[in-house]
């Protein structure tokens, strides 16, 4: 039996014990007929039928039909060639809610939301291969105090989800770790996204899981005690963050990450004013780290005098390798600090081609292979106090970059683009040729 969606509740009702697509076949083609004639033919219908439109109350609360705008089933979604659907999701569509399109959705749908404030609206999703993204500008989800499981706006365990264009806001549980996103299994992307003024930006599980994000902001996220952070990634297979952008923590670290292989590339990372971030970058329990051309700073107002740290919980995976890579490091905070803290124990740390701003050096007794780190001035920079760290085209750094070859695995290690702010990145035409995260003299805003 189908179910009629009533509008004037928050999720499906069954309305009489007749099946919906009997009902709606019934009422298009013999409008005439009443409720009662209806009933005495209703069994004459094949138990499934075409989607024909929808069955509402009006303000009365007399029952109406909603034709369908197109034999395609364009308010369910399907798209023409009855696989993919579409479930388009807004205050005055026939999907007028998140949850309500979670509960609809199967695997393979995308889920269109328009923009606006979504206040309350959380949801769980566990389908494959689902597309959730914002259109026509980015929807805003409030968490207004609403959770999913208490823990999150989105709980997501699916087999291979994305999220494309959509802010996430207010998250808090009584746990207070409540997140904008929580991910617990499956593969998750993240794309054009943004987080603030959660407990914690995304915050998730352990196991095979795989998170991407591309091209995301993350700030304001935490709680003052310290224990969350912009983003807290658990013991998870693989972390892959590019082209984002993470500042003003409150207490707890910009980025922190349990998985067993990370590639942090091409991000900004700083805490700026105001900002109270402990860690700026931290894998605690080590496994494989490539930061590669990253804009890392540490604000003048921290209590924590180190900006990356790895292994500080002691090694938890098989292999350990930290690869630093053209990183532009700058340590604001007056009382100096260290840019780079590595517990004993790695396999491999290699660091080339960084550039500090800040009193101390790179290497401060740890064992690996340290080249090509230079500790510079504001001066080389264009606008450092405004976060512009392109450097000037007169400075001697030009044409001194060292190439740093290949991971043990035999990744590249060259920077091949370099971030644009805000959020985004663009490829090098060119070999690098300057330490640090900026190649080019370009503008540092994206167009």
């Not at 019934?26 to 004459?44: C, I, K, Q, W, Y």
């Not at 998250?171 to 959660?198: M, Q, S, T, W």
Request: neutral net charge.
């Amino acid at each position: 039996m189908k179910v009629l969606t009533d509008s004037h509740t928050a999720g499906p009702r069954k309305i009489g014990g007749w099946a919906t697509a009997g009902l709606l076949c019934a009422l298009l083609a013999v409008p005439a007929l009443g409720l009662n004639s209806f009933a005495a033919a209703a069994d004459t219908f094949p138990p499934t039928s075409p989607y024909l439109g929808e069955i509402r109350r009006d303000a009365s609360g007399k029952l109406i039909v909603m034709p369908a705008k197109a034999p395609a089933a364009e308010a369910a979604g399907q798209s023409a060639s009855g696989t993919a659907r579409i479930l388009r999701v807004g205050p005055q569509l026939a999907i007028r809610t998140i949850a309500a399109a979670a509960a609809l959705a199967r695997d393979g749908d995308i889920i269109e939301i328009e923009a606006g404030d979504y206040m309350g609206d959380v949801a769980i999703w566990t389908q494959n291969k689902l597309t959730l993204r914002g259109v026509g500008g980015r929807p805003r989800l409030i968490a207004a105090g609403a959770s999913a499981e208490q823990k999150a706006i989105w709980v997501v365990r699916g087999g291979d989800i994305t999220v494309e264009n959509i802010e996430f806001t207010g998250a808090r549980v009584p746990d207070k770790n409540g997140a904008g996103i929580r991910f617990e299994r499956g593969r998750l992307i993240v794309r054009n996204c943004h987080f603030h003024d959660n407990e914690n930006g995304i915050l998730t599980g352990g196991g095979d899981g795989e998170l991407d994000i591309e091209d995301s902001e993350f700030g304001h996220n935490g709680r003052s005690e310290g224990h969350n952070h912009n983003i807290y990634i658990g013991a998870i297979k693989k972390l892959r963050v590019v082209g984002s952008y993470f500042h003003h923590g409150k207490g707890g670290h910009l980025l922190k990450s349990r998985a067993a292989e990370n590639h942090i590339l091409y991000n900004r990372l700083t805490d700026e004013s105001g900002g109270r971030a402990s860690y700026e970058l931290e894998f605690p329990n080590g496994g494989i780290a490539y930061v590669i051309g990253n804009i890392i700073q540490q604000s003048a107002a921290t209590e924590n005098p180190n900006i990356i740290s790895f292994g500080a919980e002691g090694y938890q995976h098989p292999d350990n390798e930290l690869y630093l890579i053209n990183n532009t490091l700058i340590n604001d905070r007056p009382e100096g600090g260290s840019f780079l803290i590595v517990r004993p124990g790695a396999q491999i740390v290699k660091a080339y081609n960084n550039l500090l701003l800040g009193k101390r050096p790179l290497n401060t007794g740890i064992d690996g292979e340290f080249i090509n780190n230079p500790n510079v001035d504001a001066a080389s920079f264009v606008l450092a106090d405004r976060q512009d760290y392109r450097i000037r085209r007169e400075s001697p750094l030009h044409r001194s970059y060292r190439s740093p070859g290949t991971a043990n695995s035999g990744m590249e290690l060259a920077p091949i683009r370099e971030y644009v702010h805000p959020a985004a990145t663009r490829p090098l035409i060119t070999t690098p040729t300057l330490p640090g995260a900026r190649q080019t003299l370009q503008p540092d805003k994206a167009p």
